[in-house]
């Protein structure tokens, strides 16, 4: 399996002729778009499916329907075609005739082509008290969403640990207890994003239940980069997730896991056994 990180909780994994898109997110509007309304941005959205030599898709996988997860669902399916996969709340991103959808059912095995894809209940990382002010931990887009539209009309939907094969993905860091046991997992992808604001215990929690409990022996940290940026533009890890990302690393030597930050559009070749290496994916 091929994985390629394309910055925030967006991943491309590719296996046998199938490929998949994981909260895909190519727009990144900065951060003054905010405060007007928001909507996918089609050249970049082209630029991006382009570079990584996409034409055609199978899948769009949503973790959750935050806007930084959700906001180029409809548009990548507009262009690369493939069915979203998610919550209800995902569902009422894709309105238009044509555009392939499936309402998930949680611990259904769903076969995409090469992939088997599992989605495990799971649960947000907790916000600060204003942001969850605008994104309250258990809202639901409950109507179909028309774009433009406000960043919290993005509410968070349903959270899910999405499991690709072998490879255990959480767009957010937040966890259902002894939920991921028995999972047949070598590698977690965590989405670390906003980690700093949570108390150490927290984290210890964290990595005890998508680490420790899944057995998975090697660690990828995803969602660390400034989103608001261009992606090219980003070369080191956001100042609110450093702290998390020295934590992990001292979890992942203590416990014996192989902990590594996902690079933007640099692929790895993920093997069944979690084991990785730089893949040379011939892009087109
Ligand atoms: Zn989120």
Known sequence: ???????????????AGTTVLVDPHFTRPRIWHLFGKISANPRAVAAGLEQNGVDRLDGVLLTHTHYDHALDAAEVLRQASGVLYG??????????????KQKITPGRRYQIGALTVVFHSSLHLPFPSLIDWLLPMDGQISRPLETPAWFWHYAVGRVWAIQVDQTLIFGSAGYLPNSYKNLDIETVVLGIGGLDSQPAAYLENFYREAVLNSGAGHVLLSHWDNFFKPAKQVDKPHFLVRRAITRIQAFGKKHGQKVDLLKIQEPLLIKPSGEWKPSHFAAG
């Open 87 to 100: 919550c209800g709340s995902a569902m009422n991103l894709v309105n238009h005739p044509g555009l392939d």
């Open 1 to 15: 399996m091929h994985l390629t990180y394309l910055g925030t909780n967006a991943l491309l994994i590719r296996k």
